[in-house]
């Protein structure tokens, strides 16, 4: 049942938009149907609203009281353009602002911040898709970095291999390919363009990825995903899809966990994160801890990383929702002026 005063305010699940691919319109349906069906069994009032030009403009003629759970992925949605319009029109909504939506969204210039501030980060390059070096810096003293050869052809230096080829704005690994020589680079880089016109070409380190929710600043339990394994051989709040198994508890020492989770809630913090979020990272064999980036929209679905993250710590759907209910923006800048 609600539990405080925002209860008797209606909720509107905002969800669909713009994405650029099948996955982030899937993963929005079903996110924002989970928390639907969740906050009305909670006591709340709520209802969804598709993402369109024409439907968020109808919205925005009189949003009354309405509080936004913002259930978008990809362009607009995840970049911080939404929360932007939310606040202009000084609309009450969840998640992160306009400044920590497109800090993370923009992965290269994510991971110069985490750099900058002392968190390990793999090597990168940013080049535009004509291959045209936007920013080497993290490469050290080597600033070339990539270079063409004489046909025109780029040629891989310092980043070794394989080199991980990605766009530099997406979600869900959208478009991500591991690359091991030079001839395969050109195809990888064309296969980025449709989410805009940078890429990046990251060192790649060799480990586990580990996934970190954070909900209001508090790491939860990180996720370990691995090759996928057979049912016998998962149990807890372990699950599997059907290609990865997300191991919860993660099979790494203690201290590794909770240097994962103290990375996760410092990058959560330097991007100025609200709301629930996830921080992707890399684990070595010998124990060290590199960041990949931050997912601003980390979804609360029925199989989800969050969700069992949240269950090993005794968190219940309801009291995520809420959570993040209640550390939404509340328009009282706008509203004060």
């Not at 949605?77 to 992160?96: A, H, K, N, R, W």
């Not at 046909?151 to 990605?166: A, I, N, Q, R, T």
């Not at 899809?241 to 997300?246: F, H, L, N, S, V």
Request: proline share 4%.
């Amino acid at each position: 049942m609600a539990t405080y005063a925002l209860a008797l305010d209606p909720i509107t699940v905002f969800y669909g938009g713009w994405p650029r691919s099948e996955k982030e319109r899937a993963h929005s349906e079903e996110y924002a149907r989970f928390v639907e069906e969740t906050l009305l069994r909670a006591g709340f009032s709520a209802r969804r609203l598709e993402m369109s030009r024409e439907n968020l403009r109808s919205f925005l003629k009189d949003p009354g009281s309405t509080v936004v759970y913002n259930a978008l992925y990809g362009w607009f949605g995840e970049d911080g353009t939404i929360p932007g319009i939310l606040e202009f029109y000084g609309v009450s909504y969840t998640g992160c602002g306009p400044l920590a939506s497109a800090l993370t969204f923009d992965k290269f210039r994510c991971g110069r911040l985490m750099s900058a501030s002392g968190i390990r980060v793999p090597r990168s390059l940013l080049i535009e898709t004509n291959g045209d070096i936007l920013d080497c810096s993290s490469c050290g003293d080597k600033p070339t970095g990539l270079e063409k050869s004489g046909s025109g052809e780029l040629e891989l230096s310092v980043l070794g291999s394989p080199v991980v080829v990605k766009p530099n704005r997406g979600s869900f690994g959208s478009a991500l390919t591991l690359v091991h020589c030079v001839p395969e680079l050109a195809g990888a880089v064309v296969e980025t363009k449709r989410f805009g016109s940078e890429v990046i070409l990251q060192e790649f380190i060799e480990g586990h990825d580990i996934h970190v929710p954070v909900l209001c600043g508090r790491a939860l339990e990180p996720a370990q995903s691995v090759v996928r394994r057979s049912a016998e051989s998962v149990s807890g709040h372990s699950f599997s899809t059907a290609q990865r198994t997300y191991l919860i508890p993660a099979e790494l020492t203690q201290d590794l966990i909770q240097t994962a989770k103290r990375i996760a809630e410092c990058a959560y913090a330097l991007a100025g994160c609200r709301g629930l979020c996830r921080a992707d990272l890399r684990v070595t064999s010998g124990g060290e801890v590199a960041f990949l980036e931050v997912n601003t929209q980390h979804s609360i679905r029925p199989i989800s990383i969050a969700l069992r993250s949240g269950a090993a710590v005794g968190l219940s759907p309801e009291d995520m929702l809420q959570a993040v209910l209640q550390d939404r923006w509340a328009g009282s800048e706008v509203k004060a002026l």
